[in-house]
């Protein structure tokens, strides 16, 4: 006799497996990408004529800095419909769910409020490895003639999202941790931790995003 039920679910888990795999490998690689971003230091012509009249299109490092800007926006809502799948089937598989769910929250907070602040040269300036100036976001992003209020409200909202996703998904895991696997586990557990360091690791990024 045919279990129709088994037959039914069989296609469901193969997607859910795959909607796994690519968000680990979209959030995979923007995470990856941090360490060289954050390297960066501002365009040097931006001492001499300021953020808004220097000459950013002469930047050796323009292309790259715009290129890693657009994919911090793009990537975390490229992942959204992969974590939907997984929260989806959150009371049956708490383990996917809840790690994608917060791969999702990391790479927005990485990918909207940290690259931009990483590719621009920020981060090193207010580490003491470049001269600090007038850092106006406004002058500095490679698209300030089209600069998006969704995307500065979305940043901003990061905030009280992760104030409560982060304590949220934590406490669901310490609930789940018997129904998951340890993998799965510490997937979300260094995923959380790697959404609060985010935050913790940018000094003065409130002073300059509301420059």
């Known amino acids: 006799m045919v279990d129709h039920t088994r037959v039914t679910a069989a296609p469901l888990e193969r997607s859910a497996s795959w909607a796994l795999m690519a968000q680990v490998l979209l959030t995979g690689a923007l995470f990856a990408a941090v360490p060289y971003a954050a390297s960066m230091v501002p365009f040097e012509r931006i001492y001499i004529d300021g953020p808004y009249n220097a000459p950013h ?87 300030r003639d089209a600069r998006c209020l969704p995307f500065e409200v979305g940043v901003l909202l990061l905030y009280p999202i992760a104030a409560v ?19 799965f586990a510490i997937g979300v557990l260094l995923s959380l931790a790697t959404t609060v360091l985010a935050f913790a690791s940018t000094p003065k990024y409130m002073f300059w995003f509301m420059d």
């Open 57 to 143: 299109e002469q930047d050796p490092l323009y292309p790259v800095r715009t290129a890693l800007i657009v994919a911090g926006l793009v990537i975390p809502v490229l992942a959204l419909p992969f974590a939907f799948i997984g929260w989806r089937r959150r009371q049956t598989h708490p383990g996917p769910a809840m790690l994608q769910m917060s791969l999702l929250l990391s790479a927005f907070v990485i990918g909207w409020r940290n690259y931009p602040y990483y590719a621009l040269g920020i981060y090193r300036a207010y580490l003491g490895e470049a001269r600090v100036w007038d850092f106006d976001p406004v002058g500095l992003y490679p698209f």
């Open 165 to 183: 996703a982060v304590p949220r998904i934590g406490y669901r895991l310490f609930h789940e941790k018997k129904r998951m696997t340890r993998a």
